[in-house]
């Protein structure tokens, strides 16, 4: 017998919104995020080299420019893909643990999406929000006597220090009218893609768990 049957004996579970497409999506898109971030680190690499340099010719600083946007574009577009998709799977995931039958939870399906862009809250209600649904899924009958998991914390810490390193994501416009300052500028950038690396690697292994864990809730009854 399995550690779910042993917990739920006969309960049957039904998901709200069945999240197998949209969970194959959302990974799909963090992978090609993965792969963004590692081409973006080559460019920003290279154009951290050319920098050091202090030598480079009027073309030469063109063809980095050119290439810096092109990146640039690519690492956008699939950032508010992702994002999206990342958002719409945290809200079924969260309406699929309302779904079957957990009482008490502290967060609506909504709530769980809307902190992540509320200034303070956003600091730690969506890993709050996360961790219920984690527990949830594990145990939606006793879920709160289910603990977490190290994921959580490694993922929310990525996630959180992800945005400081970032100037793609500084609200304010970012000035580089130095060699040196445009230095430090690229130098924070390719830590920034390193951050990014890890990020999509934990959170695809988030949302796995999670995915499975409710999968597998759905498939006793089947």
Known sequence: MSDIEK??????????????SLTKFLKTMLWISWGVS????????????LLRSGTFSQAEAEANDTRQLIVGVLYFVTFVVTTIAFMIWVYRANLNCHGFGAQGMRFTPGW???????????LYKPYQAMKEIWKVSTNPSNWQNEKGSPLLGWWWALWLI??????RHWLLPVEADTINSLRLLTSLLIISDGINMLLYIFTISLISEISTKQEALVRENA
Do not use: M, V
Request: charged share 15%.
């Open 112 to 122: 769980s999406i809307a902190y992540y862009f509320i200034p303070i809250f956003c």
């Open 38 to 49: 590692f081409i973006s680190l080559l460019s920003d690499s290279a154009q951290w080299i």
């Open 162 to 167: 992800s945005g400081p390193f970032n100037p």
């Open 7 to 20: 917990n739920l004996g006969r309960q049957e579970f039904r998901y709200s919104k069945d999240p197998t």
